[in-house]
C-alpha cells in the first residue's frame, strides 16, 4: 500500500487552484467585463458622492447635496431659506442630482423658490425629514400666492417620507377668507387692512407649487396645515402623484387638497386627501387627468370647477375618476362652473365611487356663485358627455343635483348603477333635482332619478362652446 506526502498533496491543490484562478481571470476577462465594469461603476460613483459630500468639484449624475452640508441647522428655530437656496444652486448643475432633507431634523424655510428653466434635468428632491413654514408676518411681505415653488424644470421629482407643515392655523385664524381661483391684487383692502392690524397679509400662499413644469413627480410625502391650497400643479405636463397625504382640519377655509391647472397628463392615485375645501380641485387647461384610489374627506369632494368666472373662457376634458372612496363632505362629485362663461367641460367618467355620509353626492351647478350677489347671465361654459356609474352609499342631503343652464343645457349625461341611501331613512330630505339636464338611465337607480331628460335639448349655441376649446 502507497502512502501519499501530505506536503505533496498541498502543493499539488496549491497548484490546481492557481491554474483554475488563472483561468477564472482570462474567462471573466473575455466575458465578464460588462459585469465588472458595472461594479466599478458603482464604487466610481459612491466615490464621487462622496467627495461632492466634502466639497469637492468633481461632479457625475449620482451627485447628492445636504442641505446640511451647506450651512441648515435644522433646529426649527434658525432661518435655513439661504442654505436651501445654496442646495439647490449647486444640485441645479448637476444632472440627475439629489438635494438631501435628512431625517430627524425641522427646517423653518421662509417664501422660497427653486427655479429653472437653466437648471439641468431630472434632479430629485428628497424630503425624510421636516419643513416648517414661518408664522411672523414679517418673514412674507405681501401678496405672496405660495410658500415653495418648483418653476420651469425637466423632470422634477420630490420623493421620501418627510413633512412640509404650512403652520396655518395663524392665517386661518386671522386674515380674510380668499378664493384660490382669484388672482389678487397685491395692495388690496383686505391685505392693508391685516398689514395695518399687524396680522398676517391678506393673500395666504399656497404651501408648495409646480409651475411651468414637465416630467414632474411626487411621491410619499406629506403637506399639512397649509394656509390655502396643500399642493398645486399650474401649467405643467406629464405629472405622477403616488401615496400623497394632505392633512388640515375640515374647518381650514380654501384648503384644498390638490388643485391641478392648465395642466395634461395627469395621473394620481394611493393618495389620502383630509382639507377644508375640495379634497380634488380641477380648473381651466386640464386635461387627460386620471384620477384613482384616492381618499377624500373631510371636505368638499373631487370637483372640476368653478369654472368661467368673471365671463372668462373654461375648457376642461378627458377626465376619469375612479376607485375612491369620499366621507364627510360637502360634494361627492361635482361639476360647477359661474354664469356667464364660455368654453366646455366634456368627456369625463365618475366610476367606482364610495360615499359615506356626504351631503349631496352628485352634482352638476351652472348657477355657482360664492358671492352675496350674483347676477343672471345668459351664456355658459357647456356641460357634456358626463358618465357617473357605480356611485353607492349614503347621503344627509339630496342625492343628486342637476342645475343646468337654460340657455346651455347639460347634455349626454349618462347613470348607471346608481345606489344611494339617506342615512336616516325617515328624515325629511330632499330627492333627485334636475333642471335642463339632458341624458340616459343606462340601469334603474336609487332612489329614481326621473326628472333627467331623455330628449336631446332644443337650445341652439352648445355647439360653438364645445368647439371653442
Known amino acids: 500500500m502507497c502512502r501519499v506526502n501530505p506536503t505533496n498533496v498541498v502543493a499539488f491543490l496549491t497548484v490546481l487552484l492557481f491554474w483554475f484562478s488563472s483561468f477564472e481571470v482570462t474567462c471573466s476577462a473575455r466575458e465578464g467585463k460588462q459585469w465588472r465594469r458595472s461594479i466599478a461603476d458603482g464604487s466610481y460613483r459612491q466615490m464621487v458622492a462622496a467627495r461632492q459630500h466634502t466639497g469637492s468639484s468633481a461632479a457625475t449624475s449620482s451627485a447628492t447635496f445636504n442641505v446640511l452640508d451647506h450651512g441648515a441647522k435644522g433646529d426649527g428655530h434658525t432661518d435655513d431659506t439661504k442654505a436651501f437656496e445654496a442646495t439647490w444652486a449647486e444640485a441645479c448643475k448637476v444632472e440627475a442630482s439629489t438635494v438631501m432633507v435628512p431625517s430627524g431634523s425641522v427646517f423653518l424655510v421662509g417664501p422660497i423658490s427653486f427655479s429653472g428653466p437653466n437648471c439641468q ?48 392655523s395663524v392665517w386661518w385664524n386671522d386674515s380674510p377668507t380668499f378664493d384660490p381661483t382669484d388672482e389678487p391684487d397685491s395692495t388690496t383692502n383686505e391685505t392693508i387692512s391685516a398689514e395695518l392690524k399687524g396680522g398676517m397679509p391678506g393673500t395666504k ?26 399642493l398645486k400643479f399650474d401649467d405643467c405636463t406629464s405629472v405622477l402623484l403616488s401615496n400623497f397625504v394632505a392633512s388640515s382640519p375640515g374647518d381650514s377655509p380654501n384648503t384644498d387638497g390638490i388643485h391641478l391647472q ?28 386620471n384620477i384613482h384610489n384616492v381618499k377624500c374627506g373631510p371636505g368638499h369632494g373631487i370637483s372640476i370647477g ?68 350674483c347676477k343672471n347671465q345668459s351664456s355658459a361654459v357647456e356641460v357634456s358627455g358626463i358618465n357617473y356609474v357605480n356611485i353607492r352609499g349614503t347621503y344627509t342631503v339630496q342625492p343628486v343635483h342637476f342645475a343646468c343652464s337654460d340657455s346651455t ?50 337650445k341652439a349655441g352648445t355647439q360653438s362652446n364645445s368647439e371653442s376649446c
Request: proline fraction near 5%; charge should be negative; glycine fraction near 10%.
Open 262 to 289: 392648465n395642466s395634461q397628463d395627469v395621473v394620481i392615485s394611493a393618495t389620502t386627501l383630509a382639507c377644508g375645501d375640495d379634497c380634488v380641485s380641477i380648473q381651466t387647461g386640464c386635461s387627460n387627468v
Open 306 to 373: 368653478g369654472l368661467g368666472k368673471d365671463n372668462t373662457k373654461a375648457c376642461v376634458s378627458n377626465i376619469t375618476v375612479r376607485d375612491v372612496t369620499i366621507q364627510n363632505t360637502l360634494t361627492g362629485v361635482r361639476i360647477k362652473t359661474w354664469q356667464g362663461g364660455s368654453g366646455a367641460v366634456k368627456q369625463v367618467t365618475f366610476s367606482n365611487v364610495q360615499v359615506s355620509e356626504v351631503e349631496t353626492p352628485i352634482m352638476i351647478d351652472q348657477f355657482y356663485c360664492d358671492k352675496s350677489n
Open 409 to 458: 343645457p347639460c347634455s349626454g349625461v349618462s347613470l348607471s348603477t346608481i345606489e344611494l341611501k339617506p342615512v336616516q331613512e325617515n328624515h325629511n330630505l330632499y330627492g333627485p333635482f334636475c333642471w335642463e339636464a339632458y341624458g340616459e338611465l343606462e340601469t334603474t337607480t336609487e332612489p329614481p332619478i326621473s326628472c333627467l331628460e331623455t330628449a336631446k335639448p332644443l
Open 205 to 230: 400662499p399656497t404651501a408648495l407649487r409646480f409651475y411651468g413644469s414637465s416630467g414632474v413627480t411626487v411621491t410619499g410625502i406629506t403637506i399639512q396645515n397649509s394656509p390655502q391650497t396643500h
Open 121 to 168: 434635468p431630472n434632479i430629485a428632491f428628497q424630503l425624510d425629514g421636516k419643513i416648517i413654514a414661518p408664522t411672523s408676518s414679517s418673514a412674507w411681505g405681501s401678496g405672496l400666492l405660495q410658500w415653495i415653488e418648483f418653476t420651469k424644470l425637466k423632470g422634477i421629482t420630490i420623493k421620501g417620507k418627510g413633512t412640509i407643515d404650512g403652520q396655518g
